[in-house]
């Protein structure tokens, strides 16, 4: 969940920068059990990053050339995170959608579509309120399984995409539900997928 406008404090960072105040936070394990910390940095310069804090308290940016245009005062654009495997996935509907395996972060290959969140499930990433060349604020779109880098649907893959419509309005939030599957959230719904 992100959380509007924290500040977090480090000593050192790739530019100098001490003070972060960030809209999306995510504690990344891959395979082998290491563990990998990210901030993305919002309104405060530098602002539009994703930092990676380390166990010696400093920051390293970890964000892709160019950076990101998320954030601004009023903290409307955010990122979220998931895990697959090794490859953590950062999304914010305002740039591509990001992939790291290691070190820093770059746009994700396969033409996934830009997303508001990401959830990993059943061995595939879930992308829901997102924009594939239309804004689809009530839309899901999933990569094939055991994969990040195929997301066009087609007969030989099970990268799929859909709407939830019969409750109006877009889709607010979203998580991992506690017993499987992708909860999708609306004002006044809510939605549980699973992999069939």
């Given at each position: 969940r992100p959380m509007y406008g924290k500040q977090a404090s480090w000593t050192g960072g790739a530019?100098?920068?001490?003070?972060?105040?960030?809209s999306g936070s995510f504690m990344a394990v891959n395979s082998s059990g290491t563990a990998r910390i990210f901030l993305a940095a919002s309104a405060t310069g530098?602002?539009?990053?994703?930092?990676?804090?380390?166990?010696?308290?400093?920051?390293?940016?970890?964000?892709r050339a160019?950076?990101?245009?998320?954030g601004g005062a009023n903290f409307s654009a955010f990122f979220s995170f998931c895990q697959l495997?090794?490859?953590?996935?950062?999304?914010?509907?305002?740039?591509?959608?990001?992939?790291?395996t290691s070190g820093a972060f770059a746009d994700t290959t396969g033409s996934p579509p830009k997303a508001k969140?990401?959830?990993?499930?059943?061995?595939?990433v879930v992308l829901l309120n997102y924009d594939g060349g239309t804004d689809t604020p009530d839309g899901w779109w999933c990569?094939?399984?055991?994969?990040?880098?195929?997301?066009t649907p087609s007969a030989s893959n099970e990268a799929k995409n859909g709407r939830l419509r019969d409750s109006g309005g877009a889709i607010t939030a979203a998580c991992a539900a506690p017993f499987g599957g992708v909860m999708a959230f609306k004002k006044n719904a809510c939605y549980i997928g699973t992999y069939e």
């Open positions: 530019s100098g920068s001490t003070n972060v105040r960030y530098p602002s539009g990053r994703i930092w990676e804090a380390s166990s010696a308290s400093t920051l390293t940016d970890r964000s160019g950076n990101y245009t998320a495997g090794d490859t953590t996935i950062a999304a914010n509907k305002s740039d591509a959608l990001q992939s790291a969140f990401a959830v990993a499930d059943q061995n595939q990569s094939d399984v055991g994969t990040t880098t195929t997301w």
